[in-house]
């Protein structure tokens, strides 16, 4: 093994300090990997103003070189948020294939890495994926079963009916296959992913959750004061779209406040599921009992992640990751359902796991978890070993591994 770093390009349409969810993920790959690599790293340019000031107050990270590029207006003008960003993305990296190759061929680069968009669908750089190719965390597969998405609203009905037809039709699919063969190691989010990369390729592909836990100090964050006692506070983190459980962790709250009248709920976010969400808590009677706190910022988070007694993340496919290790970070038991990603590392010591069965089912399993968790000894044990553990999982052991990972796969080893 050669002891000269090596030069990696990576693709990092989602990178920029200071957030969660893949935008936060992206930031944390790339610093963990200067750490061993001499990166080139290409961002949108609307993530460079967070950028720059980041790097001026941390200079200890000169072997990041930040190339920057948003589309023209007259290309983006449409953009609003996450809305249209498919389409953003694919133009995107079309039109930055050119600066892939400039970059590469001038700085003697030749391992490119599509680290972020993690949708196995979409676009990688056709020069990228011809040099030495690593692609992910990727992810494909998974789908909400219609027993689920047959309570959503019409548009999130008919997003799922796309989603499955076009895992119906990967095999079909020219562009994933050909990332398929082209990459030299592909890293896979979750176990379904694994599953769907063709039988040829799976001796180069392996299952490598892309988030870890982020080291907080929680000790900014404590109650001040006598603990409060009147409650127990469950929270909920993520983007309000349907697949991810919020009306099955307001079912199963509504079922478990018959039993215990001291449970409260706080779900964060914003999203086009609100509507739906907010009927079914009025339906329910729960007004009082859940709240739908809309989106708030990092410091805000953290501190109802503090005050907290229980974190919960209903999502039904991989997502609200980062939460679920910030739960860990703050020393919170998680109620969860398996998805064959994160929930790798969770275990029923520190966490309560739902395995996905009918929906009825899956509530009622919810509901047992959150009465569980009514019991303070519980809590506190459950809480402890979390903290214990999240120390096996911080983004500093992750860093270690993406680096083993990838020159294992450069040196054939």
């Known amino acids: 093994m050669s002891s000269r770093k ?9 990178c920029e300090p200071n957030l969660g969810s893949e935008i936060g993920v992206g930031w944390h790959w790339v610093l963990e990997m200067s750490k061993y690599f001499d990166l080139w790293v290409l961002t949108r340019k609307s993530n460079k103003k967070t950028i720059a000031s980041w790097l001026l107050e941390n200079p ?18 449409w953009k609003k948020g996450l809305r249209g960003v498919r389409t953003y993305y694919n133009i995107w990296q079309r039109i930055t294939n050119k600066i892939v190759k400039q970059t590469m061929e001038k700085n003697d680069i030749d391992i490119y890495h599509l680290l972020t968009y993690g949708n196995a669908i979409w676009p990688a750089s056709k020069y990228g994926q011809k040099q030495f190719f690593i692609w992910g965390p990727t992810s494909v597969g998974d789908t909400i079963p219609k027993e689920y998405s047959n309570h959503y609203n019409l548009k999130s009905r008919f997003i799922e009916e796309l989603r499955r037809l ?8 020219k562009g994933f296959k050909k990332r398929c063969k082209d990459a030299n190691l592909i890293l896979c989010k979750t176990e379904n992913t694994f599953k769907f990369i063709p039988d040829y390729y799976k001796p180069k ?31 909920a983190v993520g983007r309000l779209d349907a697949w991810r459980g919020f009306d099955l962790i307001i079912e199963a709250f509504t079922k478990a406040y018959k039993l215990n009248s001291k ?6 976010g914003k999203g086009n599921d609100y509507a739906r969400l907010k009927e079914l808590i009025i339906k329910s009677k729960m007004e009082s009992v859940i709240s739908l706190s809309g989106q708030v910022s990092i410091q805000e988070y953290y ?86 553990m999240s120390m096996d999982f911080v983004w500093q052991k992750k860093g270690m591994q993406i680096k083993e990972v990838i020159t294992k796969a450069y040196y054939g080893e």
């Open 263 to 268: 449970i409260r709920l706080e779900i964060l």
């Open 303 to 388: 501190q109802k992640m503090a005050h907290c007694d229980v974190v919960v993340n209903p999502c039904l496919k991989e997502g609200a990751v980062t939460t679920a290790f910030d739960s860990m970070s703050f020393g919170k038991p998680l109620i969860c359902i398996k998805t064959g990603g994160y929930t790798r590392y969770f275990h029923d010591d520190y966490a309560v796991l739902v395995s996905l069965s009918n929906r009825s089912n899956t509530i009622s399993k919810l509901t047992e978890g959150v009465l569980l968790l009514t019991n303070k000894q519980e809590r506190i044990k459950k809480g402890s070993k979390a903290k214990q």
């Open 205 to 235: 592909s392996k299952i490598f959750t892309d988030v870890a836990v982020d080291v907080i100090d929680t000790s900014d964050f404590n109650l001040e004061g006598e603990e409060d006692n009147s409650s127990i506070r469950y929270l």
């Open 6 to 14: 090596l030069k990696i390009f990576i693709s990092a349409y989602a």
């Open 60 to 77: 200890g990270f000169q072997n990041i070189n930040f190339i920057y590029y948003d589309l023209p207006y007259y290309l983006r003008f």
């Open 166 to 173: 076009s895992v119906k039709l990967l095999s079909y699919n």
